[in-house]
């Protein structure tokens, strides 16, 4: 029996209440997350250096060509393995998480071995901001209210990198990443403006940015 059989809706603990509707869900792409995630293609030229690099230098050396050919081909197995292993769990990181949008909060459901899910309230959004890469899958980091307290750690890779003090959770290499954001844009001046007192008042502010594709 899976660990997320038991969720009432794919990626949510419970049954939304009335009146709260789901308006998307998704998962990181998987070559977009082990690729920016992971960092997988650095470690191509990266081995590759080496390899040729332990090659030229046994052969300067007086080495051997045929101990010069197996210690780099040594290199070579090592970086196939490391590769291997990272996309593996590039993966699995996409296969377990969730993410979904209603039109009350953000649910991100992720976790290979200690599956976890998280409700953000649009309450505690400061700011949403968009990077759409060349592929068209993109990030979308958002920045919450002081006062909500989250774990880098626990987060990550779900989490804007290097922000270590004030974490900032993040939909991680999503697929049609500026549609995604046009609609958690809207869900969040929606859910401003039904929240705000009669009279006046403020909301929470949206920063709104237009997407800039970037170099992939």
């Known amino acids: 029996m899976s660990e997320h059989e038991g969720e009432p809706i794919r990626g949510l603990p419970q049954a939304l209440p009335p009146g709260e509707l789901l308006l ?27 390899a040729v690099w332990r090659f030229a230098a046994m052969g300067t050396d007086g080495g051997q060509l045929r101990w010069a050919t ?34 009350r909060r953000l649910v991100l459901r992720f976790g290979i071995a200690l599956p976890t899910s998280v409700n953000i309230p649009f309450g505690l959004v400061v700011a949403a901001r968009l990077r759409v890469y060349r592929d068209g899958s993109g990030e979308i980091p958002l920045l919450l209210d002081p006062g909500a307290r989250i774990s880098f750690p626990i987060f990550w890779p779900h989490a804007r990198p290097w922000r270590l003090r004030r974490a900032e959770p993040m939909l991680r290499c999503v697929p049609n990443a500026t549609e995604v954001a046009e609609i958690l844009a809207r869900a ?16 929470p502010a949206v920063e709104e940015r237009e997407p800039q594709p970037v170099a992939a």
């Open 24 to 50: 998307w869900q998704g998962a990181p792409d998987v070559l977009s997350l082990a690729r920016r995630g992971f960092h997988v293609g650095l470690l191509v030229p990266y081995f590759l250096f080496l």
């Open 70 to 103: 197996i210690s780099a081909l040594w290199i070579l197995l090592i970086g196939i393995v490391a590769i291997a292993v990272l996309a593996l769990i590039a993966w699995l990181t996409s296969r377990t998480t969730v993410y979904s949008i209603t039109s």
């Open 188 to 203: 969040l001046k929606d859910a401003a403006a039904g929240s705000k007192p009669q009279g006046g008042g403020t909301s």
